[in-house]
């Protein structure tokens, strides 16, 4: 199991935990980890969560992530334990190549609330390389002219592992001419050097095999071997010479493959074969000679394959002229691989909310990071999204951003949004990266609903069928889903009065109100009510409207007359001059009915009578008067039928039955009616009850019913007050006449009772009309008064 890298003290430890609290939003803290190379996938590389200073819970709970440059991820974190694991197998050299230390770099993300915490992993190699040479045999062509002393450099093995593992020293078979010394490069890296200890002589010796031996620096050590062939030459007095020690050269990284990358170029003094020379790789990486070809005859240097300055940047190697006796040359030819801007940016994206609630501020939508392999300004990025967008985009670590919200967003006034992350580096030209995220807004319970009206007003006519429609409220909310869903309901009225729940009721899902029982105008012309929209959202909010129904009058009563009484009593004749004048008032109808408005209206008809022309009704009041002079021709007892008519739709009507008995005077005797006449003696005593109990039920009655009518008439304030009555103001129409259901007449009159009955004789009460106003003081005004009254009837 591989362990942290090495701690501070208890009392440090907690003190570097509390600056890592501290230093967590501004994302400064680092956490380093070290883990050898190639162990498999799972293995434990560190306790996160002790070393965070956090609860097991409380990583999952604030949403803990590990987050890697690039898509490739190296590492995972156990929610559950806490523990820091390895993703996949991890191989230093593929992942880092030459580079030591091998550093991986991750950021630990917490969600809620957001923070950064660096990391470094630092991935330690292990012995998993032997060296090895790229010839397996390496020819040396030494002159047997040599001196003892003289030191010959040989190719050097490649080993991928670094530091200890790496080659450490080479050794050679053991002879009696050469020794082995290994030395050391500027850049560290050590190469074998074959001294020659004792003379050559070809003649006694013209070829050595030895055995070439590199040892890398692992427990057990790892070996690899080459072949040294020694051919001892003949005298070649001048070795090859460069005319430069040292070549540097940059070379663009879109060269294209067969560009001549640079032409070295040496010389040898000697002539024939001794003079002739050939070039070759000395001691350089395995990386270079697959990246780089050197013509062996003219010394050219050119790529075999395309330069790639994000995985290598420059590249140092060296070159041998070998001549045809055996002597060489070498120099060092160092290449920088110049960056162009051939990498657009990368975006990676971390944490991605494609839905968040309305009327929440500064909520973190997404959480990226951006690199760019390039170099330089073609490395650098500047990052930006539209304008006129509620969001901002905030620079966090490591070209690490999170896009949050600029302010609270309303799903009403836009539900969705479209957001382009534009990357752009500085190189020329300037290469982008865009990533488009679409961001849904969902609904939060913010609108109350609201009717279309803050009152209606709903008519109704009297006598409807109960569970009748009688209108409509409606409610829109501008939320969505269950937070829109409106539920319709009665409020509880103002006053308690009214039986509400008896009245109407209403459809909870679409408003509709209906009647539930049949109403009454005369009992209730008018309620108002409160009506609740509520929605389902969580809190629950609601909105209210006031209902207004008006009942409408039906014409359902039929006129009712006062007078004359009609109900089975002994009938009322009333008494009638001879002498009277055209225009003479007999008797006046009274009637009245509960219906209003135009329902009310009465007008008087005479329907019938014993001689027709004689008598007139007024249309308007219902006033009996003779038409014409009465004469002696004239029968002395008539019989008239008049109808009350109401002015409804459909009208509806009563009528009564006046009899009036001619006289010459009121000073003669009564004369009794041949009806009543048979039965005077039987009836007399029972006549006096009937009429004592009628006339006392009928006045209660005529006063019940005038007092009501006063009362309804004063409150609606559409009368105006005469003499203690109500009397309607305006005109009325010419044919009709409202009696205001006061059942009163026009002017006062005084009547007795017309047929009475005693014990010892039978007579007439005369009728005494008592008519200050109306009747003349002088003869002139009663002619104008007879005149008036017969025009009025239609009379000449």
């Not at 090859?240 to 990284?253: C, D, G, I, K, N």
């Not at 909310?353 to 690199?371: K, L």
């Not at 009518?709 to 304030?717: F, H, K, N, P, T």
């Amino acid at each position: 199991m591989e362990t942290p890298l090495p701690k501070a003290p208890r009392k440090r430890q907690v003190t570097a935990i509390i600056i890592l609290l501290l230093l967590w939003e501004a994302g400064g803290a680092a956490l380093n980890y070290s883990v050898l190379e190639e162990r498999e996938s799972g293995s434990f590389v560190a306790n996160l969560a002790k070393d965070l200073g956090l609860g097991l819970g409380e990583l999952a709970a604030r949403g803990a992530r590990i987050l890697s440059k690039g898509n490739k991820q190296h590492l995972q974190l156990e929610q559950k334990s806490g523990y820091l694991l390895l993703q996949e197998k991890l191989d230093r050299e593929e992942l880092c190549g030459d580079t030591d230390p091998c550093i991986l770099h991750f950021q630990v993300l917490l969600k809620n609330p957001l923070q950064f915490i660096q990391g470094e992993l630092q991935l330690r190699d292990v012995n998993d390389h032997a060296p090895e040479f790229l010839e397996q045999e390496i020819l040396l062509k030494i002159p047997e002219s040599s001196q003892p002393g003289t030191a010959i450099p040989l190719k050097t093995a490649q080993d991928l592992d670094v530091g200890s593992n790496t080659v450490q020293n080479y050794t050679i078979s053991t002879n009696p001419h050469f020794h082995l010394f290994t030395r050391s490069h500027s850049d560290g890296r050590r190469y074998p050097e074959l001294v020659l200890d004792k003379t050559l002589d070809r003649e006694e010796q013209s070829e050595l095999r030895l055995t070439l031996t590199a040892l890398d620096g692992g427990s057990p050590p790892r070996t690899g071997t080459s072949q040294v062939v020694v051919a001892v030459l003949d005298i070649n007095d001048n070795a090859p010479e460069f005319a430069q020690l040292l070549y540097e050269v940059q070379v663009s990284e879109n060269s294209p493959v067969g560009s001549l990358v640079i032409t070295v170029s040496a010389r040898d003094l000697d002539a024939g074969t001794h003079g002739e020379l050939s070039y070759s790789f000395f001691q350089s990486s395995n990386q270079a000679i697959q990246v780089f070809e050197l013509n062996a005859v003219t010394g050219e240097l050119r790529l075999k394959r395309m330069l790639d300055f994000e995985e290598i940047r420059s590249y140092r190697m060296e070159i041998e002229a070998s001549d045809g006796g055996g002597l060489s040359g070498k120099c060092t030819v160092a290449i920088e691989v110049m960056d162009i801007n051939d990498n657009a940016p990368e975006l990676t994206m971390s944490l991605l909310i494609s839905d968040i609630p309305e009327n929440t501020p500064d909520t973190v939508v997404a959480v990226f990071g951006i690199s760019d392999p390039d170099s330089g300004d073609n490395g650098k990025m500047t990052c930006f999204i539209q304008d006129h967008l509620p969001f901002l985009l905030k620079l966090t670590v490591d070209n690490f951003y999170t896009l949050v919200t600029e302010g609270a967003l309303d799903r009403e006034s836009q539900a969705e949004y479209n957001i382009t992350i534009t990357v752009t580096d500085l190189g020329t030209p300037r290469l982008k990266t865009q990533h488009n995220i679409t961001l849904l807004v969902s609904d939060v319970n913010d609108n109350a609903p609201a009717f279309t009206q803050t009152a209606y007003t709903l008519f109704l006519r009297e006598n409807n069928s109960p569970a009748l429609h009688i209108g409509s409220v409606s409610a829109t909310d501008r939320d969505a889903g269950a937070n829109a869903q409106l539920t319709y309901s009665l409020l509880p009225p103002h006053d308690p009065r009214l039986p509400l729940a008896s009245l109407v009721s209403i459809n909870a899902d679409n408003g509709h109100l209906f009647a539930l029982r049949a109403l009454d105008f005369e009992a209730l012309q008018a309620f108002e009510f409160r009506v609740g929209a509520t929605d389902r959202g969580s809190p629950a909010l609601s909105s209210q409207a006031l209902v207004r129904v008006q009942v409408l009058d039906a014409n359902d009563n039929a006129p009712f007359v006062l007078y004359p009484l009609q109900n089975g009593s002994a009938p009322c004749t009333e008494l009638v001059p001879r002498a009277a004048e055209p225009g003479y008032l007999v008797s006046k109808v009274v009637a009245v009915d509960a219906d209003s408005g135009q329902n009310a209206w009465l007008s008087f008809q005479l329907l019938k009578a014993t001689e027709p022309g004689l008598f007139g009704v007024w249309a308007h009041n219902g006033e009996v008067r003779t038409a014409r002079l009465l004469s002696e021709r004239d029968a002395a007892k008539h019989r008239l039928l008049v109808l009350v008519k109401d002015n409804g739709e459909p009208a509806l009507s009563a009528s009564v039955t006046l009899h009036v008995l001619l006289v010459d005077g009121f000073s003669q005797p009564y004369l009794p009616l041949p009806e009543a006449a048979a039965d005077q003696a039987q009836a007399d005593p029972l006549t006096v009850y009937l009429v004592i109990a009628l006339a006392s039920v009928s006045s209660l009655f005529l006063f019940s019913v005038l007092a009501f009518i006063a009362v309804r008439l004063c409150r609606r304030s559409r009368a105006a007050w005469v003499g203690g009555c109500s009397v309607p103001e305006g005109p009325f129409p010419g044919h009709l006449v409202d009696v205001s259901g006061t059942g009163t007449l026009s002017q006062s009159y005084q009547y007795e009772v017309c047929l009475t009955g005693g014990s010892g004789s039978n007579e007439f009460k005369f009728l005494k009309p008592m008519i200050p106003n109306l009747l003349p003081q002088g003869a002139n005004e009663e002619i104008e008064g007879n005149a008036t009254f017969q025009n009025n009837f239609g009379f000449n």
